[in-house]
């Protein structure tokens, strides 16, 4: 079974730039999210799409992160303008269900804003 | 405000010997409990989950135990092998509305095992 796929692996662009990244899910699942994880800390949850609806977006800054997921399979998160703090590795996860059920991550796309 | 909770940073053991990790949690709404491995420049990866009801699970050399009136759980790697050498973290699910299914992360734990 094929996991969960991501691109880029690495990107690199200037502050006030902007950086999109992409998301293929496991086939099957409906549950889709995107993680930020910050150098030395646990990945925080940025949005989370049920088929293709958003079910939380609480913790994403809208005034610069956007995330879709057309179709209900692919996503994609884009950041316009980034910031230094920005930098970080994007974790893109789905699961089968979203209640007591385990999440599988991709690979993630290190983001380094400089 | 930190809702999970892993308090050492790091662990080294001996090949062989028994590898503890221990996580805290502070929201009582959390009611499924996880535990990922992560190797440098990959994903996190599933381990081994436990829901609220229970409060041992077991998957060969990996056991998570979960003490609700304590808020806390651990992961026990017996034996432990070099190869589980990676950052632990600790993950927590539960409430209600659109955060149910959110997983919260702890920190981490970077363990080493050494031959």
């Known amino acids: 079974e094929a996991g969960v796929a991501q691109s880029p692996r690495y990107k690199i662009i200037e502050k006030r730039q902007s950086v999109a990244f992409w998301c293929n899910p496991i086939s099957g699942h409906a549950t889709l999210y995107w993680y930020q994880q910050i150098l030395g ?16 977006d609480s913790q994403l800054p809208k005034d610069r992160f956007s995330a879709e997921r057309l179709k209900g399979v692919d996503s994609t998160l884009k ?5 230094l703090e920005d930098s970080a590795v994007y974790l893109c996860a789905s699961s089968l269900g979203r209640l007591n059920t385990e999440a599988f991550f991709g690979q993630g796309t290190r983001l380094t804003v400089v | 405000d930190q809702q999970v909770k892993q308090n050492s940073p790091s662990l080294s053991v ?28 990959e994903g996190p990866t599933f381990l081994i989950s436990i829901s609220s009801i229970k409060d041992k699970n077991e998957d060969g050399r990996f056991t998570v135990f979960l003490n609700k ?10 034996p432990s092998q070099p190869g589980d050498s990676a950052v632990y973290f600790c993950a927590a699910s539960g409430g209600y509305g659109g955060s149910q299914g959110n997983l919260i992360f702890g920190k981490g734990t970077k363990l080493s095992v050494k031959p």
């Open chain 1, 79 to 83: 950041i316009q303008p980034a910031k």
């Open chain 2, 14 to 41: 001996q090949e062989g010997r028994i590898s503890i990790l221990n996580c805290d949690y502070t929201n009582s709404m959390f009611d499924y409990f996880l535990w990922y491995k992560k190797y440098p420049a």
């Open chain 2, 69 to 78: 009136s304590a808020k806390h759980l651990s992961l026990h790697i017996v």
């Open chain 1, 41 to 56: 800390q646990g990945p925080k949850l940025l949005i989370q799409f049920q088929n293709n609806g958003v079910v939380d």
